[in-house]
């Protein structure tokens, strides 16, 4: 009777039971991450701009064919070394050296998972960027009730290519979902095209990486379990 009963409530029941294995591969895997950027120049590009700082954060996902897809945004933040970098005719403006100069980029990267078992993920990825450089004019905004300068900026797209290396230090298992903890570093070169400039660097990031399999639960309930 009781082995009757419990076919029963195991047939109805709306819980499944998780994947506990850690290894081999583990598919269909969200992520969340959050990293430090360095980037730097090179040709003509990096007579005017200093390398650059900064921060980077989005989510991925990998498929049970290992398909990486990275979904995220970055910013970078320096200052020019040398005017003459652009002008802008809009508002008759010339970028000045040792003023703050930021770029951005809002990306998707694709990418395959080339090793993949329980410590060790090796991915390497190309990717499409919207992106921006900036930096505030000598113009004032009117009407406003604080200091503030319209932004002169160059938009344009950037295109990337490399590889994101995890080191999973940690498996944690709650009762529906497997949360992974990885320390990630990624390397890629970029090409950028804004307006009329084209620029050439090597990236390099540092991140705090996290990714699950769920079952009935967001991963985002268990972050403050991992800090």
Known sequence: KYEEALKSDLKYTKRREPD???AGRVPDMLGMYFSYVHESFIGNTSDYLKPMNG???G?????KKDWYFDLG???AFSSLKAGGFYHDNQYNYDWTAGKSTNHMRMYLNIGHAA???QYYRIIPFAGI?????IQSTDTQIPNKKNESFYSSELNGVSFMAGVNADWIFRHSIFPDERLDSS???KLFGAYDKLGDKSMWSVNFGVAIHLNAKTYNAPMFIYIPIII
């Open 115 to 117: 090793k993949l078992d």
């Open 55 to 57: 921060i980077s954060l």
């Open 59 to 63: 989510f991925d996902y990998i498929n």
């Open 129 to 133: 960027a919207y992106a921006s450089l």
């Open 183 to 185: 320390l990630r570093f």
């Open 73 to 75: 945004m970055s910013f």
């Open 20 to 22: 506990l294995s850690l």
